[in-house]
T-cell receptor
Framework: GAGVSQSPSNKVTEKGKDVELRCDPI?????LYWYRQSLGQGLEFLIY????????KSGLPSDRFSAERTGGSVSTLTIQRTQQEDSAVYLC???????????????FGPGTRLTVL | AQSVTQPDIHITVSEGASLELRCNYS??????LFWYVQSPGQGLQLLLK??????LVQGIKGFEAEFKRSQSSFNLRKPSVHWSDAAEYFC???????????FGSGTKLNVKP
């Protein structure tokens, strides 16, 4: 079956514009994560969705960042009024369940490279 | 504070040589530990994970890692490196309910012929 897909693969935008990044998780995966990977840095957790529970937004760096997950499947990460420091690769991952007693491997998408000019 | 430290930014080894990539973590609860590999142009792939039990875990591609609670470490090893192992490796720690993961900054591995 298909893996996690993300679109667009590359996005170049001007400072101050809004952008939307899309993630299609693996069908049936209830958990979905967004991460940011800046140049030379590790992955920075942004937000976590699990089923119908309220998302864990504790990693969002500012109120310009928001995310939603419609119908428990596709997720969109929105960055408003983009800044140059938002330039990074945004990665999405999904997993089947949570907790060590379950099949919980995160499967990562290829990422969206965002460049803010 | 929760964090993962990978002290080596770049490592170069000769093909056929042994490899050890270091990972130290700071975590306030029982850690669940992971190693991922990111090859150029590829997404992250899980190499192995540790939840409990035997502190030496085996993963894919001939990798293994040892959990040492006293040292807060989870170092990745491979007895004989292949050229195809050249990639970036990330260590990560997460909680029981996997609602948030902390990743290290990565170690880039170069393999000399």
């Amino acid at each position: 079956g298909a893996g996690v897909s993300q679109s667009p693969s590359n996005k170049v935008t001007e400072k101050g514009k809004d952008v939307e990044l899309r993630c299609d998780p693996i069908s049936g995966h209830t958990a979905l994560y967004w991460y940011r990977q800046s140049l030379g840095q590790g992955l920075e957790f942004l937000i976590y969705f699990q089923g119908n529970s309220a998302p864990d937004k504790s990693g969002l760096p500012s109120d310009r960042f928001s995310a939603e997950r419609t119908g428990g499947s596709v997720s969109t990460l929105t960055i408003q009024r983009t800044q140059q420091e938002d330039s990074a690769v945004y990665l999405c991952a999904s997993s089947l369940a949570r907790g060590p007693d379950s099949d919980n491997e995160q499967f990562f998408g290829p990422g969206t490279r965002l460049t803010v000019l | 504070a929760q964090s993962v430290t990978q002290p080596d930014i770049h490592i170069t080894v000769s093909e056929g040589a042994s490899l050890e990539l270091r990972c130290n973590y700071s975590y306030g609860a029982t850690p669940y530990l992971f190693w991922y590999v990111q090859s150029p142009g590829q997404g992250l792939q899980l190499l192995l994970k540790y939840f409990s039990g035997d502190t030496l875990v085996q993963g894919i591609k001939g990798f293994e890692a040892e959990f040492k609670r006293s040292q807060s470490s989870f170092n990745l090893r491979k007895p004989s490196v292949h050229w195809s192992d050249a990639a970036e490796y990330f260590c990560a720690v997460g909680p029981y309910n996997f609602n948030k993961f902390y990743f290290g900054s990565g170690t880039k591995l170069n393999v000399k012929p």
